[in-house]
């Protein structure tokens, strides 16, 4: 199997994370995969945001849940970039995509766009949260899920299986050849996150990992001499 470069967020490291311009650029800049983070607005929009709020990322404040798309629009997201829905990522790229849910709630919206755009084949749905995963993969019964983990033991193996989800997108600073290998033996992808310096790759290619994470496109352009 290749080892695929997936786009945090985009490419945050160079553009404002999970903006369409961060999206196409990371399109742009060859990566495997463009991975991104879904929220409701207050009218049930799927908002592309990593945060529960809008502080950090846009000019405005507070939930995204407590705001409608309209006024979530108004916000600056990064350079004159406005806060995305999930369908203008579909029609902005066309590359394969990671989408994070947080919640049960972000399932069932997310369900019905995979149903509405026939979106099983293109897109992967990762959560920390294992209620969400099996929430959307009783609705979407051929989905592609992950578990995503920063703290973890090695029963994260287990809470993977447990939920049918097929790839593990792991914290890179606990990893250990251990996990990986009862990984391996219960027939688990592995994606390493956030894989931003040479001594990061280097790691994650040494362990065998399928692939990593990254905010920085340079990461594409190196990963096939470090295998």
């Excluded at 579909?90 to 972000?106: F, G, S, T």
């Excluded at 959560?127 to 019964?141: C, G, K, M, N, T």
């Excluded at 994260?156 to 997108?169: H, N």
């Excluded at 688990?188 to 990061?200: F, S």
């Amino acid at each position: 199997m290749n080892f695929l470069t997936i786009g945090h967020r985009g490419i945050m490291g160079v553009e404002p994370e999970n903006t369409l311009r961060s999206f196409v650029a990371a399109e742009l800049a060859g990566l495997d995969v463009i991975e991104l983070d879904l929220h409701l607005s207050k009218d049930g929009a799927l908002v592309v945001m990593h945060d529960a709020d809008v502080d950090r990322t846009t000019d405005g404040s507070g939930p995204i849940a407590d705001q409608t798309l309209a006024q979530l629009r108004t916000l600056d997201a990064g350079r004159g970039e406005r806060v995305p829905v999930f369908e203008e990522v579909l029609d902005a790229v066309r590359a394969p995509l990671q989408a994070e849910i947080k919640d049960i709630a972000a399932a069932r919206a997310l369900a019905d766009v995979m149903h509405a755009r026939n979106l099983v084949p293109r897109v992967e749905v990762l959560s920390f949260h294992d209620a969400a995963l099996a929430e959307i993969s009783r609705l979407v019964p051929d989905v592609r899920t992950a578990l995503v983990a920063s703290r973890y033991g090695l029963d994260v193996v287990d809470r993977a299986t447990a939920v049918g989800a097929g790839t593990l997108v792991l914290n890179i600073r606990r990893l250990t050849l251990e996990l990986v290998e009862r990984a391996r033996k219960a027939d688990l992808r592995i994606i390493g996150w956030v894989v931003n310096t040479q001594d990061q790759l280097r790691l994650v290619r040494a362990l065998g990992l399928d692939g990593a994470t990254t905010d920085h496109p340079e990461i594409k352009r190196t990963a096939r001499f470090t295998a």
